[in-house]
């Protein structure tokens, strides 16, 4: 059997998601706006978003997160030969769960279990515009799981280690060319793997009110295998494609979630108001990513420098009254391209988001501890981008006139 190697880029934008590896949908319920990952450490969450923080949780706690995503886009296409623009607009709504349980098994070590990245993500741009011989739609999903320890070595410092599993599955689909005068034919390909890795979490408490958090995260690499399927072919281009082994080739995607670092502060100033600040760096640069390109059967070697992805957030709490908290955030991300070396997989750019929350307190002794509801807005940036040499239609411009996302966060602790 023969098999076709290609690297692809991981998008999640989110998103973002998730935001890549560093952030996933479960990093976006940390706090509005992903405010708050590394050292706040208040509910089983931390789980994922910083293992060494399960030492602060002195009891037995679930904590269970609700998401739902919609994203909304607009693109703007101009191409070689092609009368004025072509307007390509894709919604869509995504639902991300979460469910995170942590236990203490002594006074030193802790234990917990949660999901690692729940999360989907891609792109549609249709089978009529210019670039479908290139991309049709793409899209990637993960469904992960991070076993977790926690050792308080002191009143101050506590570590903690992950272990990172995921199931990634990928889908690809473009249009390929049966010849002049032809109505084209389909190309899909659907593709899945496993990818395991680390992760490793420090917190320090200075103080009962002030604490600090880093978290490193292992590069994931995962080769996702599938074999491509083809449909309304003409007689010829079938018999082409079978003749250079396209049609029988097992494909193997190969796809990697870069390694990423995020250190984080937390303070309670006693007065009922409180902060969080993160930075994170994404290592982004190491990349690459291969494309295919169906109809002529070739494949072509996307050569685009990419760059690391630096970030930050900030969230502030107030208390209102001992049962009642609100709660804002802001962040931004830099690209991790620039705006002449984007691709169709790769439309990433500067992004921002900003969100507000409510948090509630019940008794103690009810088994409904807490509920929060956040909503936070995220602006992906125009992600200009352009293409030369096009299959069939030469070069082709395209921007985004609307690119954003609104997210709403229901999570409880039990």
Do not use: C
């Not at 208040?42 to 789980?47: I, K, L, Q, R, S």
């Not at 910083?50 to 949780?57: A, I, K, V």
């Not at 083809?230 to 995607?253: C, M």
């Amino acid at each position: 059997m023969k098999y076709a190697k290609i690297g692809l880029i991981i998008v999640f934008v989110l998103v973002l998601t998730g935001f890549f590896n560093g952030m996933s949908s479960s990093a976006l319920a940390a706090g509005p706006a992903f405010s708050g990952i590394t050292a706040s450490a208040d509910t089983a969450e931390t789980v994922y978003l910083n293992p060494s923080g399960m030492t602060r949780l002195k009891r037995p706690s679930f904590y269970v997160s609700s998401m739902i995503l919609y994203t909304e886009s607009s693109t703007e296409i101009t191409a070689e030969g092609v009368e004025g623009k072509q307007k390509l607009e894709d919604d869509s709504v995504y639902f991300l769960p979460g469910l995170y349980y942590s236990r203490p098994l002594s006074d030193r070590w802790y234990v917990g279990i949660g999901p690692n990245a729940a999360s989907g993500f891609g792109t549609t741009y249709g089978d009529n515009w210019p670039g479908r011989y290139i991309l049709d739609e793409w899209s990637m999903y993960f469904i992960g799981i991070v076993p977790s320890v926690a050792y308080r070595v002191n009143n101050k410092l506590s570590l903690g280690a992950s272990a990172s599993v995921n199931y990634t599955g990928y889908n690809l689909k473009k249009a390929v060319f049966n010849g002049p005068g032809a109505s084209d034919g389909n190309f899909e390909l659907e593709a899945n793997g496993w990818a395991v890795g680390g992760v490793f979490g420090l917190l320090y408490e200075f103080t009962p009110q002030t604490r600090f958090g880093i978290v490193y995260r292992s590069e994931l690499e995962a080769s996702n295998e599938g074999n491509p399927d083809f449909s309304d072919l003409t007689p010829e281009r079938r018999a082409l494609l079978d003749q250079v082994g396209i049609l029988d080739q097992k494909i193997s995607v190969d796809t990697n979630q870069p390694q990423s670092l995020i250190a984080g502060i937390f303070h309670d100033f006693g007065n009922g108001w409180s902060i969080s600040f993160d930075a994170m760096w994404l290592d982004f640069s190491n990349w690459n990513i291969d494309n295919i390109t169906i109809g002529d059967t070739e494949i072509n070697k996307d050569s685009t420098d990419y760059q690391d992805i630096w970030g930050s957030s900030l969230g502030v709490t107030y208390a209102w009254k001992p049962d009642w908290t609100f709660r804002g955030g802001f962040l931004y991300l830099s690209s991790g391209v620039e705006d002449e070396n984007r691709t169709l997989f790769t439309r990433l750019d500067a992004m921002w988001a900003l969100g507000f929350g409510v948090d509630h307190q019940f008794n103690e002794r009810r088994f409904l501890k807490s509920l929060a509801v956040d909503i936070t807005y995220f602006q992906f940036g125009d992600g200009e981008f352009k293409i030369n040499d096009a299959p069939l239609v030469g070069d082709i411009e395209g921007e985004y006139d609307k690119n954003f996302g609104l997210a709403l966060s229901i999570s409880i602790t039990l």
